[in-house]
Structures are given as structure tokens and as C-alpha cells.
């Protein structure tokens, strides 16, 4: 089955505690993406990236790192946590050319 | 101002209503336009792309209005599985996808 899977789902974790988020699918998309939803203000985009070892920031990137070694993954690293990043992130990906995305099912961060 | 405007809602209609959502952009260079339906709590998914000349696809009609920079969808005969968040996404050419915040369309029995 197509998909985008994210890891982990759910996860409360504390001011300045290191954490990844994982994102990988199995569609051989070029293009991935992370966004965090947060409410009256949709969808914004943390990083981007068009290919392996390609990466980009998008209009939210502070406080986050991204990597891409593989094609299929695309992790989200936030190395120290604030309480302004609880949120609900989404990954993303798409096939180079196409214009839809497909989206994870999310992972809803809390930061105490 | 946002780049991509919408009423937020909610918008609280019987079934078999039929209800329109409206939604501005301010990028005049964007190429590309979409409707994106998001459950609660759930992904957002791809419901139906905007085309120039308007799209309709079953009780779903898409209308864009390039020199207004205003994208509409209109829903008719609604179903209470059409509850849920429609998100207006516009892409500027080059660039990526920018989502409005979201109106949330509730339909009730």
C-alpha cells in the first residue's frame, strides 16, 4: 500500500530533550516536505526537500533540522525543544512534476 | 496579510443543503490551485485540483477567478460525510504549496 508513515504518533516530552520524528514512504517520491498545523493559522512549512542531499528551508524553519540520506526518509530532529513547538506536524511527499501531496497521518508533539 | 485567505467557519448546514466556500490569494503569480479535505485530527487529502476553465467532479464544483484571485468550492446535496475541513492551497509557480487556515463545514441530519 502507498504510504506516508510518521513516528511516533503521539509523544510529550519536556523543554530542551532532544527528539526525531520519523517520515518515510514507499512511493519512490522526490519530493518531501514538513509542515506543522497549528490553529487559525493551517499549514506552514518547516523544510523542504527536492531530492538525497538536498534540502531547503521553508517559512518556519527555526528551531528544526532536517536530513535526507535516503530517499525514502526524511527525519525531523528538534535538538532543544520549547514549548512554542507544540504542535501538530505533518510530512509530506510528492513525485517530481506532480502537484499533489500525500500526507502522514501526524504526529501531535507536546512540550512541557 | 496571508497569502491564502478563508472563512473559517463554521459553516453548520442540514443535509442536502448546499454551501459555498470562498477563499482569496495574494500571490498573483501562483499557477495552481487545489481543494484539500481534512478530517479531524486526520491528513489533509487531495479532494479536487482548480482548473481556469472550473471543474466539477459529482456534487463537488471548483471556480477560479484569476483577475479576483479567488477560488471557490461549491458543494451541493450535502452529506454528513462531508463534514470535515476544506483547505484552499495555491501554488505559486516555482515554489511550493501555500494552505489557508481551513473552513470547517459541519453537516447535520
Known amino acids: 500500500e502507498a504510504q506516508v508513515t510518521q513516528n511516533p504518533r503521539y509523544l510529550i516530552t519536556v523543554t530542551g530533550k532532544k527528539l526525531t520524528v520519523t517520515c518515510s514512504q514507499n512511493?519512490?517520491?522526490?519530493?518531501m516536505s514538513w509542515y506543522r498545523q497549528d490553529p487559525g493559522l493551517g499549514l506552514r512549512q518547516i523544510y523542504y526537500s527536492m531530492n538525497v542531499e538536498v534540502t531547503d528551508k521553508g517559512d518556519v524553519p527555526e528551531g528544526y533540522k532536517v536530513s535526507r540520506k535516503e530517499k525514502r526518509n526524511f527525519p525531523l530532529i528538534l535538538e532543544s525543544p520549547s514549548p512554542n513547538q507544540t504542535s501538530l506536524y505533518f510530512c509530506?511527499?510528492?513525485?517530481?512534476?506532480?502537484?499533489?501531496?500525500?500526507f502522514g497521518p501526524g504526529t501531535r508533539l507536546t512540550v512541557t | 496579510r496571508k497569502e491564502v485567505e478563508q472563512d473559517p467557519g463554521p459553516f453548520n448546514v442540514p443535509e442536502g443543503a448546499t454551501v459555498a466556500f470562498n477563499c482569496t490569494y495574494s500571490?498573483?503569480?501562483?499557477?495552481?490551485f487545489f481543494w484539500y479535505r481534512q478530517d479531524c485530527r486526520k491528513e489533509p487529502k487531495l479532494l479536487m485540483s482548480v482548473y481556469s476553465s472550473g471543474n466539477e467532479d459529482g456534487r463537488f464544483t471548483a471556480q477560479l477567478n484569476r483577475a479576483s484571485q479567488y477560488i471557490s468550492l461549491l458543494i451541493r446535496d450535502s452529506k454528513l460525510s462531508d463534514s470535515a475541513t476544506y483547505l484552499c492551497?495555491?501554488?505559486?509557480?516555482?515554489?511550493?504549496?501555500?494552505f489557508g487556515a481551513g473552513t470547517r463545514l459541519t453537516v447535520k441530519p
Open positions: 492551497v495555491v501554488k505559486p509557480f516555482q515554489d511550493d504549496m501555500r
Open positions: 512511493m519512490n517520491h522526490e519530493y
Open positions: 500571490n498573483s503569480a501562483s499557477q495552481s
Open positions: 509530506a511527499s510528492s513525485s517530481a512534476g506532480r502537484d499533489e501531496q500525500y
